[in-house]
T-cell receptor, first 109, second 115 residues
Framework: RKEVEQDPGPFNVPEGATVAFNCTYS??????FFWYRQDCRKEPKLLMS???SGNEDGRFTAQLNRASQYISLLIRDSKLSDSATYLC??????????FGTGTSLTVIP | ETGVTQSPTHLIKTRGQQVTLRCSSQ?????VSWYQQALGQGPQFIFQ???????GRGNFPPRFSGLQFPNYSSELNVNALELDDSALYLC??????????????FGPGTRLTVL
């Protein structure tokens, strides 16, 4: 079983739509969770950390459900510039980040 | 920009050759991790260096090796290159491991093509 599994995608949504990505992880001892964004042929960039209480940053909301070992990212009012691959990342305390395969989002005019 | 730099940006090698990739970490970060990202996949952890020693390793063969220097910069060496080694190699720097809110910041990567 993979450490991190994400929605397969791709997601193609119109501008202004709300879109949600889901991710599950297998290691119940995991302590840190993140969403990274990766543009085509570029490096991953931190979008937001995910906290147990959930957190929001503008149009982006991240949720963590430890009981179900599940992480989500909600994007409201999608912009063309949101088109990218979104990577779910899980880190048990220590050294190794586990990445999902990524979910591709295309926002259509 | 994260302040993490990598060189070279692109590299073409042939099977059986050896390659060295370099990374300079963000100021204040003493931990460097290396990842391999094949096309259409998420990054896969190769290993991490902290205080000039390997501090964890993913599922990669011994022909993948590394170094960290006193200034926290790092090298990734790959011997006996195989076609499947073609990928984007990413370096990420962070604060010391073990912090719950540890975050990794990535460099732009080195794109390696093995022919």
């Amino acid at each position: 079983r993979k450490e991190v599994e994400q929605d397969p995608g791709p997601f193609n949504v119109p501008e202004g739509a709300t879109v949600a990505f889901n991710c599950t992880y297998s290691n119940s001892a995991s302590q840190s969770f993140f969403w990274y964004r990766q543009d085509c042929r570029k490096e991953p960039k931190l979008l937001m950390s995910v906290y147990s209480s959930g957190n929001e940053d503008g149009r982006f909301t991240a949720q963590l459900n430890r009981a179900s070992q599940y992480i989500s990212l909600l994007i409201r009012d999608s912009k063309l510039s949101d088109s990218a691959t979104y990577l779910c990342v899980v880190n048990p305390i220590g050294n190794q980040f586990y990445f999902g395969t990524g979910t591709s989002l295309t926002v259509i005019p | 920009e994260t302040g993490v730099t990598q060189s070279p940006t692109h590299l073409i090698k042939t099977r059986g050759q050896q390659v060295t990739l370099r990374c300079s970490s963000q100021s204040g970060h003493n931990t460097v991790s290396w990842y391999q990202q094949a096309l259409g996949q998420g990054p896969q952890f190769i290993f991490q260096y902290y205080r000039e020693e390997e501090n964890g390793r993913g599922n990669f063969p011994p022909r993948f090796s590394g170094l960290q220097f006193p200034n926290y910069s790092s090298e990734l060496n790959v011997n006996a290159l195989e076609l499947d080694d073609s990928a984007l190699y990413l370096c990420a720097s962070s604060l010391p491991p073990g912090r719950i809110t540890d975050t990794q910041y990535f460099g732009p990567g080195t794109r390696l093509t093995v022919l």
